[in-house]
């Protein structure tokens, strides 16, 4: 599971200077620190009316405690589910208030003020896509009171750090944040977990980037939409993994699921541990965000369940024919058609004043506009204006069995992911989670769209009950790792790919990941929690995998006749696919193979090839004096005064996803594996987990001692106790404490 790729640099600048700005003079730079008493002081911003401002009203006292474990991970006990999800804001602010605040700064389109540009493109998408319109239309009509109850808990939980810690406050005008807030960051942020971001990047390229789809146009099938997404999103690799084993399959009769999605180690989307218990029956433990009061994938007493991204075609971008004697409006239907117009005002951060700007924001029947000077586009994608992503969680985290998590996930209110499931009875589930839209036949979806019919304007999806999915197959395991849901176990049971229609765009490749899972999980029909444990850090590369086509492309081509080329080409010979920390071939390879690295497996030409093998060897020959380094020299994890050798590399299982140094030589980890939750249901039905985070509790505070504390276990692919049982957590507990005391 991946989120939005972020929107990149140059999408940033880009976004805020197109035609349709106006600007004033530059003003002096905000206070950066308000007083505690203008944090309550209501203000006003994008997300609500002025007199929801006003009616805000302080923290409320909630019944909760918090139990932190030697790990320094929270474990937070509520009367209600409402008070339990105030004690996670609490508790999340305590260990990453920095990021917290940012995710509300982005959603309420401040970014600007302190970030400049290149947040202010953050911004203008909150405006672009309507965040707010949806959140204040819906927020009391289309989310339950319970879920509501939630949300403005934990913004009061936010609310109470923030009052009490005035010098972390960096921004004065988002306080106090209201439940709307927490809203608006899963209605920003969904759309980008499927590549909307990719599309809207697209629109700022100098030309057009694509052909525009007439009636006739053929449909060569998803293997080419897969290469339009390879272009777009520049070949860098993303990832996840989930795997359910059931009771057929394992050793002892027990059920097993792997929670490991690969994320940013740092940032807004790096995972938090924690878990949550209310009396009122909320009970779960695993992954979220900061800024998130659910956990996003993990498990409850009776069931748990895993993300990893999934990448349909869930955006059309439609071209607009505009009226020549009124820019403002487009043909559909064979009638002129009004855009809705509106000048929204940012704040930006340009040197050490602002300049404020309002920018247009333009949108069709279609969806959002973007006028450029190859053409007026305007984009639709899937889930455009639901609000309800939250409370989808939110009923995940309470189910008890597989109908009710099932119930959940047919609310439809998550457009995308792929999700794995088991349970305590045994069951195991894969599912292709997504929000396909049922399109008009003849057109190629791969291309842009014409605007100027109804026809190619889409409304209704396929219906849930005709998504891949895979439930308790015969063969007791199934697996998904950014691969097709066309190969998800082994033996019968996969979905037929014949049955989607290529317009949906359903992956087809298989990652280096899913082969080994399947090299693994399923060519052992008697696994035992070791076994499960060790599979799921494997360091190795499939035989049929990119890495390996690369090796026999080197290996069988011509080699300059130097001795430097010569020398990697024998490491190269000996190197068996693993990654293993020690392994002396692993850099070499990596380096050699990580600049064409593309799923689909096409490779370049072999020339290419051993000219990025001569390069990569001279570089390890420059920087450690030898190209036969062992790996864990090369791959590093650094945070604070770690320094550790890495084992995995990019698309194991053991993933791991590193930032070359200045000098080439070193990678430092930055994504891929980072919270890791391993979970078993045993033969009787009750549950136990263990789980490792890349660094640690403390997400942004150094001075913590869990700051790194499990970065050695992460290093060693050692995973540490879940206490999930109240008298676990106090016989090892750090500290007790009631949040804001």
Known sequence: MKYARNISASLAVLALFLPGCATSTQTPSPSPSPSPAAQASPSSSPTSSPGDRAAAKPPASRNVRILRDTWG??????????????????????????????????????????????????????????????????YDTDLSPQTRAICEAYADGVNRYAQLHPDEVTMGDIWPVTGKDIVAGFVFKAPFFYGLDNAVLELFGDERKREVSTKTAAIDGPEALAASREFLTGGLPTGSNTFSIGPKRTADGSTFLAVNSHQPW????????????SDEGWEAVGGTFPGVPIVLHGHNRRLGWAHTVNSPDLVDVYVLEINPANKDQYKLDGQWKDFDIEMVPMTVKVGEGVMNIKREVVRSVHGPVLRQPHGVYAIRYAGMGDIRAVEQWYRMNRANNLDQWLDAMKMRAIPSLNCGYADADGNILYLYNALMPIRAEGYDWRQYLPGNTSETIWDDYIPFDRLPMVKNPDSGMVQNCNSTPFQTTVGPGNPDPAAYAPAFGIETHMTNRALRAIETFGADDSIDWDEFVKYKFDTRYSRESFMAKVRVAILSGKIPNDPLAQQAVSVLTKYDLDTNAADPGTALAVMTALPFHNNAGKLPMPDELVDQLRKSADILKRIHGRIDVPWAEVNRLHRGNADLGLGGGPDTLHAVYGKATEDGGRFVGQAGDCYVLLVKWDNSGKVSSQSVHQF??????????H???????????????????????????????????
């Open 73 to 138: 991970v929270p474990h937070i006990y509520g009367k209600t589910d409402a008070d339990a999800a105030y004690g996670l804001a609490f508790a999340q602010c305590e260990d990453d208030f920095k990021t917290v605040e940012e995710a509300m700064i982005a959603t309420r389109s401040l970014g600007g003020v302190n970030g400049g540009a290149q947040a202010a493109a953050i911004d203008y998408m909150v405006h672009l896509l309507g965040v707010w319109d949806s959140v204040n239309a819906k």
């Open 266 to 277: 740092e940032g807004p989307v790096a995972w938090y541990e924690a878990h949550v218990h």
């Open 696 to 705: 640690g509790a403390a997400t942004t505070r150094p001075a913590s001692p």
């Open 707 to 741: 700051y790194a504390d499990q970065a050695p276990l992460f290093v060693a692919s050692k995973l540490k106790p879940v206490w999930f049982e109240e008298a676990d957590v106090r016989a090892h507990l750090e500290r007790e404490y009631v949040p804001g005391e």
